[in-house]
Antibody, heavy 122, light 107 residues
């Protein structure tokens, strides 16, 4: 079964750094884009960005550009979402999701990770 | 960014009912529209892509239609496991954006 398994919940203080992970299994990790989605009660689901593990190309939403870093290590089939300096407003559930192109420019997310809860509080 | 507006934001229905959710895009998105189901504490699940294509393995009681700016999502013969929150999402232009969700509750 194709799966994405995410790292566990985190509780951090403002200003701290954090890197969460998403490990793919039962498919060729380098053939698909992996993206990250944030979910909060106030703003709902927001797309953060994606990485293509085959060549590490990344794309970001303008809203998140410069705020986070997305990367991947294809040798261990794992994608990452990283913060240098967390803010209280980064408190959310973060999902990774496999992105599949079904036409030249249209995509869907067919496999999702189990979610990582990040709480940032002083 | 393209804004996606879903209505209603919540809906009460009974088992075996038929329900319809609408999703409107702030500009034309052709048929680049996906629908997801999310249950509490779980990740979203893809149900429909390209506005009307049913994902393999998804029951045929789920359907979608529409194009350009106006889309509908319908569940016929509601089953107990269908009570969840549903989201539309456009993939026409980056960044992909989601609707605010429709919470489907048992009446």
């Amino acid at each position: 079964e194709v799966q994405l398994v995410q790292s566990g919940a985190e509780v951090k203080k403002p200003g701290e750094s954090l890197k969460i992970s998403c490990k793919g299994s039962e498919y060729t990790f380098t053939d698909y884009w992996i993206g990250w989605v944030r979910q909060t009660p106030g703003k709902g689901l927001e797309w953060i960005g994606i990485v293509f593990p085959g060549d590490a190309i990344t794309r970001y939403s303008p809203s998140f550009q410069g705020q986070v870093t997305i990367s991947a290590d294809k040798s261990i089939s794992t994608a990452y979402l990283q913060w240098r300096s967390l803010k209280v407003s980064d408190t959310a559930v973060y999902y990774c999701a496999r992105h599949v192109a079904y036409s030249r420019s249209s995509w869907y997310k067919d496999v999702w990770g189990n979610g990582t809860t990040v709480i940032v509080s002083s | 960014d393209i804004q996606m507006t879903q209505s209603p934001s919540s809906l009460s229905a009974s088992v075996r009912d038929r329900v319809t959710i609408t999703c409107r895009a702030s500009q034309s998105i052709s048929k680049s529209l996906n629908w997801y189901q999310q249950k509490p504490g779980k990740a979203p699940k893809l149900l429909i892509y390209a506005a009307s294509s049913l994902r393999s393995g998804v029951p045929a009681r789920f359907s979608g239609s529409g194009s350009e700016t106006d889309f509908t999502f319908t569940i016929t013969n509601l089953q107990p496991e269908d009570f969840a929150t549903y989201y539309c999402q456009q993939s026409y232009s980056s960044p992909p954006t989601f609707g605010g969700g429709t919470m489907l509750e048992i009446k």
